[in-house]
């Protein structure tokens, strides 16, 4: 099984990936490979040119600085789910991570592909959005940011633009008494995410719910923010009954997706099982 | 074509490939070792592992060019001056393989799992071998021949 034909060009640094896909029209970024290489051999894709940027240095790494820790794009899955700075600053990245496919995979897939990527099966969008992220792009024109919320549009489509590259994803410290929690009901064949749910809960001292998010991967064609959901829960004492409660008064998915694995209405059940599990481990473990 | 320079199993090897060759074909058609097997062919059966700058990667999920410069190890690289590595030993003493035809993908992760976590549990040396496929043994002796290696690799036995 081969993909179609195609150039192949190296680049070594953002600038000359930058420079490549200006003079060459059509041309695909190659990461990891590992969600591009699969679709080019299936001939679902078969771009003209290929620019290999996986070899740049400066998008590789996990960093804290103030509050706020920066992934470059082309960190693999493996190191995403290593990283000590995530565990202890940002565990919800690491434990997302930790459940894309496997090892081998891990070690290839980059955070960066994944993300640009966008399958709605993808368990790092998720993560990303319930932490309120911001994806770092540039492009010939200077770089700039978009929020995690504003980034994924539709099915496979994001706001990254053809002449750009996804260079980092940022996402804040976990400050407080907070907890997370990223749990995915899996695919048995694929290990793609039927359903995932990611969840961030901070409590008060006294106990009661001081802020929370929660989003889904699987279930639409974007991953879903269940703001009704954590709304309902600020200022409430966190017990199983209440975190049931808001689940099942306020979790309102109008758009699922379905197939022959998972209808919608199947997909939305998981997701209210997933919600309550994924938000009381949260809060067991803030 | 492009050229690509790459050490297996120790030796190096400069060749010339089309960009779109797979890793595993290189491996296979080119260089002539084809202890590595193919399966799937569409990244999920892990026959294809072997380990690149010492990780486990599936290289029927990688082109030829972006090994460029790397280390692999291929199943014909484990065994020392006709001594068996113990996991390749584990396997044959708690007989780990039927028809063998995932083994040698078995082998290189449950080598990378053995890096990682020098004496997993059963639940981590199933979990840690999720992305190999056996349409044979059942896994039950996949997992004995993965216990043998750790016992052996921390000195045991
Ligand atoms: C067997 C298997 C199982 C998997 N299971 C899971 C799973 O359970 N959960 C999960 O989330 N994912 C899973 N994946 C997908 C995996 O996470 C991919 O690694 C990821 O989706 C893409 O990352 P990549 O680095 O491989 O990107 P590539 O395949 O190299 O690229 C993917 C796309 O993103 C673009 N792109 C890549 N990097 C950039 C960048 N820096 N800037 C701009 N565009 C860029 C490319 O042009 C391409 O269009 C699986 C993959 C395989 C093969
Ligand atoms: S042949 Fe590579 S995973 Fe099956
Ligand atoms: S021994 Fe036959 S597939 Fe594993």
Same mark, same amino acid.
Request: proline share 4%.
């Given at each position: 099984?081969?993909?179609?034909?195609?150039?192949? &060009?190296?680049?070594?640094?953002?600038?000359?990936?930058?420079?490549?896909?200006?003079?060459?029209?059509?041309?695909?970024?190659?990461?990891?490979?590992?969600?591009?290489?699969?679709?080019?051999?299936?001939?679902?894709?078969?771009?003209?040119?290929?620019?290999?940027?996986?070899?740049?240095?400066?998008?590789?790494?996990?960093?804290?600085?103030?509050?706020?820790?920066?992934?470059?794009?082309?960190?693999?899955?493996?190191?995403?789910?290593?990283?000590?700075?995530?565990?202890?600053?940002?565990?919800? /990245?690491?434990?997302?991570?930790?459940?894309?496919?496997?090892?081998?995979?891990?070690? @290839?897939?980059?955070?960066?592909?994944?993300?640009?990527?966008?399958?709605?099966?993808?368990?790092?969008?998720?993560?990303?959005?319930?932490?309120?992220?911001?994806?770092?792009?540039?492009?010939?024109?200077?770089?700039?940011?978009?929020?995690?919320?504003?980034?994924?549009?539709?099915?496979?489509?994001?706001?990254?633009?053809?002449?750009?590259?996804?260079?980092?994803?940022?996402?804040?410290?976990?400050?407080? @008494?907070?907890?997370?929690? &990223?749990?995915?009901?899996?695919?048995?064949?694929?290990? &793609?995410?039927?359903?995932?749910?990611?969840?961030?809960?901070?409590?008060?001292?006294?106990?009661?719910?001081?802020?929370?998010?929660?989003?889904?991967?699987?279930?639409?064609?974007?991953?879903?923010?269940?703001?009704?959901?954590?709304?309902? /829960?600020?200022?409430?004492?966190?017990?199983?009954?209440?975190?049931? @409660?808001?689940?099942?008064?306020?979790?309102?998915?109008?758009?699922?997706?379905?197939?022959?694995?998972?209808?919608?209405? &199947?997909?939305?059940?998981?997701?209210?099982?997933?919600?309550?599990?994924?938000? @009381?481990?949260?809060?067991?473990?803030? | 074509?492009?050229?690509?320079?790459? %050490?297996?199993?120790?030796?190096?090897? %400069?060749?010339?490939?089309?960009?779109?060759?797979?890793?595993?074909?290189?491996?296979?058609?080119?260089?002539?070792?084809?202890? %590595?097997?193919?399966?799937?062919?569409?990244?999920?059966?892990?026959?294809?592992?072997?380990?690149?700058?010492?990780?486990?990667?599936?290289?029927?999920?990688?082109?030829?060019?972006?090994? $460029?410069?790397?280390?692999?190890?291929?199943?014909?690289?484990?065994?020392?001056?006709? $001594?068996?590595?113990?996991?390749?030993?584990?396997?044959?003493?708690?007989?780990?393989?039927?028809?063998?035809?995932?083994?040698?993908?078995?082998?290189?992760?449950?080598?990378?799992?053995?890096?990682?976590?020098?004496?997993?549990?059963? $639940?981590?040396?199933?979990?840690?071998?999720?992305?190999?496929?056996?349409?044979?043994?059942?896994?039950?002796?996949?997992?004995?021949?993965?216990?043998?290696?750790?016992?052996?690799?921390?000195?045991?036995?």
């Amino acid at each position: 099984m081969y993909p179609a034909k195609f150039d192949y &060009y190296r680049a070594a640094s953002v600038q000359e990936a930058i420079q490549l896909l200006q003079d060459h029209e059509d041309a695909k970024l190659l990461a990891g490979g590992h969600s591009l290489i699969p679709a080019m051999k299936l001939r679902l894709a078969q771009p003209p040119a290929i620019i290999d940027i996986g070899r740049i240095a400066e998008l590789k790494g996990v960093s804290h600085d103030n509050g706020s820790i920066k992934i470059g794009a082309l960190t693999v899955h493996a190191d995403v789910a290593a990283s000590n700075v995530l565990k202890s600053n940002c565990p919800l /990245l690491a434990e997302a991570a930790s459940n894309v496919g496997d090892r081998q995979v891990r070690h @290839k897939g980059t955070i960066g592909g994944n993300i640009a990527h966008a399958d709605p099966a993808s368990d790092m969008p998720a993560a990303i959005l319930a932490l309120g992220g911001t994806i770092h792009l540039i492009g010939p024109s200077g770089s700039r940011q978009v929020a995690a919320a504003d980034f994924f549009i539709d099915l496979l489509a994001t706001d990254l633009h053809e002449d750009e590259l996804l260079t980092a994803i940022e996402v804040p410290a976990q400050s407080g @008494k907070t907890g997370s929690c &990223y749990l995915k009901f899996e695919h048995p064949a694929s290990g &793609y995410a039927v359903c995932g749910a990611a969840a961030v809960v901070t409590l008060n001292d006294d106990g009661a719910c001081a802020g929370a998010s929660l989003c889904f991967n699987g279930v639409t064609a974007t991953p879903h923010n269940a703001s009704a959901v954590t709304d309902a /829960l600020v200022g409430q004492a966190l017990d199983d009954a209440a975190i049931d @409660k808001a689940v099942d008064a306020n979790l309102s998915i109008s758009d699922p997706m379905g197939d022959m694995h998972a209808s919608g209405p &199947y997909r939305i059940e998981l997701a209210k099982t997933f919600a309550k599990r994924a938000l @009381k481990l949260a809060r067991d473990r803030a | 074509m492009a050229e690509i320079t790459v %050490t297996v199993n120790g030796k190096s090897y %400069t060749r010339d490939v089309e960009p779109r060759m797979l890793l595993v074909h290189f491996i296979r058609d080119v260089l002539g070792l084809t202890g %590595t097997n193919i399966g799937c062919e569409t990244s999920v059966c892990g026959a294809c592992t072997i380990l690149m700058d010492g990780q486990a990667i599936k290289s029927c999920t990688q082109l030829a060019v972006q090994a $460029d410069g790397s280390s692999l190890t291929t199943i014909e690289g484990l065994a020392s001056n006709g $001594d068996l590595h113990p996991v390749q030993e584990g396997f044959w003493e708690k007989h780990g393989l039927q028809c063998g035809y995932c083994t040698p993908g078995m082998i290189m992760a449950s080598v990378d799992l053995l890096q990682s976590n020098a004496n997993p549990t059963e $639940d981590e040396i199933r979990h840690g071998l999720e992305g190999n496929l056996c349409r044979c043994t059942g896994y039950h002796n996949i997992v004995k021949a993965v216990q043998y290696a750790a016992e052996k690799m921390q000195g045991g036995n």
